[in-house]
Nanobody, 126 residues
Framework: QVTLVESGGGLVQPGGSLRLSCVAS????????VAWFRQAPGKEREGISC???????YYADCVKGRFTISRDNAKKTVYLHMNNLKPEDTAVYFC????????????????????WGQGTQVTVSS
């Protein structure tokens, strides 16, 4: 059974930082592309960052330069380092994993991922 468990969310002031973690079990993390999606109230779920095996990383324009995705395959953990947070970053953040071929355009398609975590809430507010 594959599970992805996110942690690290919380309440932070604008301009602050958070690090999200996602621990995977039941799979060999190095065999998967991993990504972070988020969903704000009343909005569609959006893909914001992807670690595409050892090919490279992709970022949505809205987080580029502020967020960094990283992974530790030995620890089966994926991270999302978030800096200079803005109120519009408020959302539930999901960790996902999949074995499809990805590129800088299609990584945002949620249907390409096989496994999803339960999500962690990030609230950016003063």
């Amino acid at each position: 059974q594959v599970t992805l468990v996110e942690s690290g969310g919380g309440l932070v002031q604008p301009g602050g930082s958070l690090r999200l973690s996602c621990v995977a079990s039941g799979l060999t993390l190095g065999d998967y592309a991993v990504a972070w999606f988020r969903q704000a109230p009343g909005k569609e779920r959006e893909g914001i960052s992807c670690s595409n095996y050892d090919v490279g990383e992709y970022y949505a324009d809205c987080v580029k330069g502020r967020f960094t995705i990283s992974r530790d395959n030995a620890k089966k953990t994926v991270y999302l380092h978030m800096n200079n947070l803005k109120p519009e970053d408020t959302a539930v953040y999901f960790c996902v994993a999949g074995r499809n071929r990805l590129n800088g355009r299609n990584y945002k398609y949620s249907s390409l991922y096989n496994y999803w975590g339960q999500g962690t809430q990030v609230t950016v507010s003063s």
